[in-house]
């Protein structure tokens, strides 16, 4: 079946630094990439479209200069937290649409901002 | 807007059935999906529907009516590794994915 691997599966960083988080889909391209953020006992929310080649498309309310999104090919999208500060800290999910389009989730990153 | 609504908390006995109800409102709609999530780890997968009806997987069941917005999960035969969150999520066109507020659902011996 297809395959998203995340990296890194957790993270601590000093307040004001930035984190990358890296999101391949193995098996498959994936033009299309999601970015979703999961606070403890909450649920999934998207945070931004990756589209491989272009600009990525952020729902409302998320900070586009603050969670920095490159999709420069087509296995592989990455996520940079900017100038992390504590209340940044959460639960990051990617997913991809794979061959029989479904959805494809990576195992996470768990980020602890101190 | 797009709004996925699910009860917050559920339990149940090992061995019994649960039903856990999904109410939706989409701009658009191109399935409804299902998903079991353990703490801290990745969502997967467990059913998926487009058309009206039920859709039956071993002891998982998916119900979908599309007029109603309404969809539900059947679990039978509870066993204690079926607690975990459960998230319904909707397409609301084909390519985003948004999920509910997700069920956290405790099977107790």
Known sequence: ????????????????????????????????MFWYR??????????????????????????????????????LSTLTVTSAHPEDSSFYICSARDRENGYTFGSGTRLTVV | GQNIDQPTEMTATEGAIVQINCTYQTSGF?????????????????SYNVLDGLEEKGRFSSFLSRSKGYSYLLLKELQMKDSASYLCAATPNTDKLIFGTGTRLQVFP
């Open chain 1, 1 to 32: 079946g297809a395959v998203v691997s995340q990296h890194p599966s957790w993270v601590i960083c000093k307040s004001g630094t930035s984190v990358k988080i890296e999101c391949r889909s193995l098996d498959f391209q994936a033009t299309t």
């Open chain 1, 38 to 75: 999961q606070f403890p006992k909450q649920s999934l929310m998207l945070m931004a479209t990756s589209n491989e080649g272009s600009k990525a498309t952020y729902e409302q309310g998320v900070e586009k200069d603050k969670f920095l999104i490159n999709h420069a090919s087509l296995t």
């Open chain 2, 30 to 46: 191109n399935g409804l999906f299902w998903y079991q999530q353990h703490a801290g780890e990745a969502p997967t997968f467990l």
